[in-house]
């Protein structure tokens, strides 16, 4: 079992919820039996003054219960949103610039690709699945506690090839156009003067780097069923799967489609990103 953000929150309703509940079942009865019971010794005006102070306390709500009985809702509910509805990330490396920066604070749909139970990642309604251009983040398959955002290239039964930094699908060059050179501000610096190129596969358009004098990692496939080929939009600086092979489907957590806060520790916040959809 992971031990990640999701299992906290499932332990922490599970924690909550148990408290909360066997309180409710044994032990507020009998606080509420006691309390009753001393108001009638006391011919309903209440106990003597000197015994107040004692027996209020013992019929008092423990704190833990209280606790728990105000922060199961809270607990419960973003578990809920962050499991079934979307979760954020923070992008903290160069491999899907230009499209998402270091520092981009992005929100992922959770359902898009169908309704998974948290830890075990179980899906239990299929509601979808990944299309060709769509921005992803999974599970790297080299370590499942790491997630991963790229761009699927391939789809289950495609013959995918990486040639000369041209994506071929089924035989079919990606179109690229070159914009002119890229020009990287905070973080990004490092990639300016890199060529700037828009690529059109089979009509989803987005825009990628090439650095025309870096190696490269060519090769061709065949991607298995239930599976994705990913690569990073920074064609020359991205571990995907040209490294480490196909994305299962069970590694899947969902689509980003919202930059929802960009904050680069060199620049500050890049107000003109907030609220960007992911192309």
């Not at 004098?213 to 571990?239: H, I, M, Q, W």
């Not at 480490?244 to 916040?269: H, Q």
Request: proline letters at 6%; glycine letters at 12%; zero cysteines.
């Amino acid at each position: 079992m992971r031990f990640d953000f999701p299992t906290i929150m499932v332990l922490l309703v599970v924690v909550t919820g148990l408290v909360w509940a066997v309180d409710a079942a044994f032990f507020a009865p009998r606080r509420r039996l006691g309390r009753a019971e001393g108001t009638d010794a006391d011919g309903g005006h209440g106990i003597g003054e000197g015994d107040g102070a004692t027996a209020e306390t013992a019929y008092q709500t423990p704190k833990l219960v209280e606790y728990a009985r105000s922060f199961f809702p809270i607990f419960l509910i973003v578990l809920v949103l962050r499991s079934f509805v979307a979760e954020p990330f923070r992008i903290p490396s160069g491999s899907m610039m230009p499209t998402l920066l270091i520092g981009d604070f992005i929100l992922v749909n959770k359902y898009g690709y169908g309704i998974r139970l948290p830890i075990i990642d179980t899906k239990i309604i299929d509601l979808g699945s990944p299309q060709r251009g769509d921005v992803i983040v999974f599970r790297s398959p080299e370590n499942p506690a790491t997630p991963f955002i790229k761009r699927v290239v391939g789809l289950p039964g495609d013959r995918i090839a990486y040639y000369n930094k041209v994506v071929y699908v089924n035989g079919e060059a990606a179109e690229q156009l070159t914009l002119g050179p890229f020009i990287g501000t905070g973080s990004g610096t490092s990639m300016s003067g890199a060529s700037l190129r828009t690529e059109n596969m089979e009509g989803h358009v987005h825009q990628i780097l090439i650095q025309p004098g870096a190696p490269t990692l060519e090769g061709k496939l065949v991607v298995p069923e239930g599976n994705y080929f990913v690569l990073g939009d920074n064609r020359d600086n991205s571990r995907d799967s040209r490294f480490w092979g196909t994305v299962p489907d069970e590694l899947l957590i969902g689509r980003a489609f919202l930059i929802w806060m960009s904050w680069d520790w060199g620049n500050g916040i890049k107000w003109s990103r907030i609220g960007d959809s992911i192309q």
